[in-house]
């Protein structure tokens, strides 16, 4: 398969770091990894969680950079030349037309969520947050996604700021955003993380999310730290792939992989004590998982707290980040196929990709108004149809066939040579926990995820 041979390699040490954590810091790492700490053991659900990514998350990210260095390539292509070079079926191409495809589909529904968060800091800003009550945040909420046109307008704004900073090129426009955007978001946390040790009740937070209860362990329990290990690190969906096509040849895998999960973990949570701080502050509201922690429980409190509107702001202006740099990632796999298979300059690939998944998200903001109660796949609306598909089968089943194929498929010196830098010890035991373990984990994961879809098909 011809293709023009990509040579952009990230022009500082520390981008890729920065961009993988950009692409893993995202909306559901803030409101969903700090409740299922907090309801799950605490410190003990937190243990396990790091050894969950141990087993799973480094060991599958580091199977996927490696694959992206070594043939400089986007994840499409990436497993192609890969595949020729191992002597492997090409069926194993598949990893990445899934990879690319399932950030498609995230993407479709993701810039619809993540425009809630501009509605968001224009309500701050305005105003609106001042004396909210649980029920007229949940009326504000509403408003909102019964409104079509508005829905749409911050789709279309999120999906064209996307399109921007991949059109720009992986140096001027990757890079020097996630350069720029990754430290403030770290920045605006902290501050946020001082506000909440001001007004809110922090010593509250930190109970609620880091008493060592090993009593509140369960399979269950250990089956959200095994998913969670997988899904926050971005793993599946080519953006990892296509980052690691961009990593200079002399930057230790392991080392890289190890800072990303470590600041993954923290800024999720840092952003769990902020925000629980705040609202164990607030008389008459308490904590929830999904979005109705972010967009309906924070801004009652940001609108009863001295400054809050002020805040308030910033908090969503920080959240929005966190979606932008995650966009961004889902985004370019698809960008740079179309930029090294068939040369189109990188407008244009966004442009197209981006006009793509705007179309697929209009079903997703429909969703929630105009086809309220229409089902589609198993049941569920078109929004929970697409994201089942891509976060419950697609990207678990990419993890897997990623650890198979690195672990099983990929000739030694292909890896040796990626991994040339690392301990001999640190590859000893990489190499086992990759062909055996992580595979198992993730498959289990997998089935977890499907199995009440598959009993309600074929049992009920």
Same mark, same amino acid.
């Given at each position: ?168 090129? +992986? ?5 020097? &955003? ?5 430290? #403030?978001? %770290? !920045?605006? *946390?902290? @501050? ?86 705040? +609202? ?5 509201? &308490? ?5 109705? #922690?972010? %967009? !309906?429980? *924070?801004? @009652? ?160």
């Amino acid at each position: 398969m011809k293709r023009l041979k990509q040579h952009v390699i990230w022009g500082q040490r520390g981008s890729f770091i920065l961009a993988a954590t950009g692409s893993a810091v995202g909306l559901g790492n803030i409101w969903k990894f700090p409740y299922i700490t907090g309801e799950n053991g605490g410190g003990a659900f937190v243990l396990m969680y790091l050894v969950c990514i141990l087993l799973i998350g480094i060991p599958i990210m580091m199977a996927e950079i490696l694959m992206g260095r070594r043939a400089r390539a986007n994840p499409i292509l990436a497993t192609a030349e890969l595949c020729e070079a191992a002597g492997a079926s090409r069926l194993w191409t598949g990893i990445g037309w899934m990879g690319a495809l399932a950030g498609l589909v995230i993407l479709s529904f993701y810039t619809v969520i993540a425009g809630w968060t501009l509605e968001y800091i224009v309500a701050a800003v305005s105003g609106e947050f001042t004396g909210l009550t649980g029920e007229t945040s949940k009326q504000l909420f509403d408003r909102l996604l019964a409104d079509p046109d508005k829905m749409l307008l911050w789709h279309t704004l999120f999906t064209l700021m996307t399109v921007v900073i991949l059109a720009l090129g +992986v140096t001027r426009g990757l890079e020097s &955003s996630v350069r720029v955007m990754m430290p #403030l978001l %770290f !920045v605006l *946390l902290l @501050v946020l993380l001082g506000y909440a040790a001001v007004e809110g009740e922090f010593a509250t937070s930190l109970r609620f999310m880091f008493s060592f209860n090993p009593q509140d362990i369960s399979w269950e329990s250990a089956l959200i730290a095994m998913g969670h290990s997988f899904f926050t690190l971005s793993l599946g969906m080519g953006a990892i792939m296509a980052y690691g096509a961009y990593m200079p040849s002399n930057q230790s895998v392991s080392r890289t992989v190890l800072y990303v999960a470590l600041l993954d973990t923290l800024v999720a949570l840092v952003a769990g004590v902020t925000i629980f701080a705040l +609202v164990f502050a607030t008389p008459g509201i &308490s904590p929830g998982s999904g979005p109705g #922690l972010m %967009f !309906v429980t *924070l801004p @009652v409190a940001f609108g009863n707290m001295s400054a809050g509107l002020v805040f308030g702001a910033v908090f969503f202006v920080m959240v929005m980040l966190a979606a932008w740099t995650s966009t961004i990632s889902l985004l370019e796999p698809g960008v740079a196929y179309l930029n090294e298979r068939f040369g189109f300059n990188r407008v244009a690939a966004s442009v197209l990709l981006g006009v793509v998944a705007w179309v697929m998200g209009l079903g997703s903001v429909w969703s929630f108004n105009e086809w309220s109660g229409k089902q589609f796949l198993w049941g569920k609306s078109y929004f929970d149809s697409m994201d089942f598909i891509a976060t419950n089968i697609m990207l678990p089943l990419g993890g897997v066939l990623i650890a198979l194929f690195v672990g099983w498929k990929l000739r030694d010196h292909h890896i040796l040579h990626e991994l040339v830098s690392e301990p001999p010890r640190l590859i000893r035991w990489w190499r086992p926990v990759l062909k055996f373990i992580s595979p198992i984990a993730v498959l289990v994961v997998l089935i977890n995820g499907i199995f009440p879809v598959l009993r309600a098909v074929f049992v009920e």
